[in-house]
């Protein structure tokens, strides 16, 4: 059976591993004041921050469609018997629902909810390629991704709560102490859900550092790979990954938020992502 993996946008791999590792996707919608765009790279989150700063509005994402979905699963399905595809979290998006009921008009494919965001959802993504190359059946590979999904590390520390709090993802009282006390808060998925489970004060490159230690300190990685993943570079980023590699990580990427991401989290958000090697591993 010829397997294609496939997400969505969001899942913010590089060029590069989408093309090593044959995924499909399909893009997020992003808008612009009165311009739409899709999140296929067409629009960069420099030229989206700097539209936001120019224009004092921030951007919105749309849920993609049952009917978009539903072409886009055809499409693959010429070309292969089975697609999985890995989803952005229920809890942040409408688009899971359609997705599941654009699946249910198409024949073997099977929709896996991240419960995550971003490379969190990457991880999966990859993991999900390595098992359709090693021969795996469909079941098997939909079973073991399941239980990884309970593994996957997926946390950030924002510089700002601008853009969650437009998003309706954090409240006007968090929003104001956050900037009166200028907190940096770290934000973390809780099965599938954002939730603040920390807040750093001080600078941002020596809080992103704190975090990244912190991080490692409070999980059991599993050593495999890990995502650095930014919506702009900051400074820290180099030392960041410097500590990554020294911890022992094999496979150490740095990678570029996508539109989506970026309309949510705002400027110099940045992220460490990996799998722990336990399902109950410390998370948060």
Do not use: W
């Amino acid at each position: 059976m010829k397997i294609a993996v496939s997400a969505e946008s969001t899942c913010d791999l590089s060029k590069d591993l989408i093309e090593k590792y044959d995924v499909k996707i399909i893009p997020y919608h992003v808008i612009l004041g009165e311009e739409e765009y899709q999140d296929d790279g067409s629009l960069s989150s420099q030229e989206l921050f700097e539209f936001v700063d120019k224009n004092g509005i921030l951007p919105k994402t749309a849920a993609l469609t049952v009917g978009e979905y539903e072409d886009y699963f055809k499409n693959i399905l010429k070309d292969y018997d089975a697609v999985i595809h890995i989803t952005l979290s229920s809890r942040i998006t409408s688009s899971v629902g359609n997705c599941e009921m654009a699946a249910k008009n198409c024949q073997n494919v099977f929709v896996i909810d991240s419960k995550s965001l971003s490379t969190g959802i990457g991880l999966l993504v990859l993991s999900c390629a390595e098992k359709i190359k090693a021969g795996l059946e469909v079941k098997q590979i939909v079973n073991e991704l399941l239980q990884e999904v309970e593994r996957v590390q997926a946390s950030f520390v924002v510089n700002t709560l601008k853009y969650l709090h437009k998003g309706g993802r954090c409240s006007a009282i968090a929003l104001l102490g956050a900037n009166l006390l200028k907190i940096k808060p770290k934000i973390a998925l809780i099965d599938g859900k954002m939730e603040v489970v920390k807040k750093y004060m001080g600078k941002l490159d020596d809080v992103l550092v704190r975090y990244c230690n912190d991080l490692l300190n409070d999980n059991n990685p599993n050593l495999n790979r890990v995502f650095v993943t930014y919506s702009s570079r900051v400074a820290a980023t180099d030392k960041i990954i410097q500590i990554l590699k020294d911890y022992g990580f094999k496979e150490v990427y740095e990678t570029q938020a996508g539109c989506t991401i970026c309309s949510h989290c705002g400027r110099d958000t940045l992220g460490v992502l990996f799998l722990n090697r336990e399902k109950d591993a410390i998370k948060g």
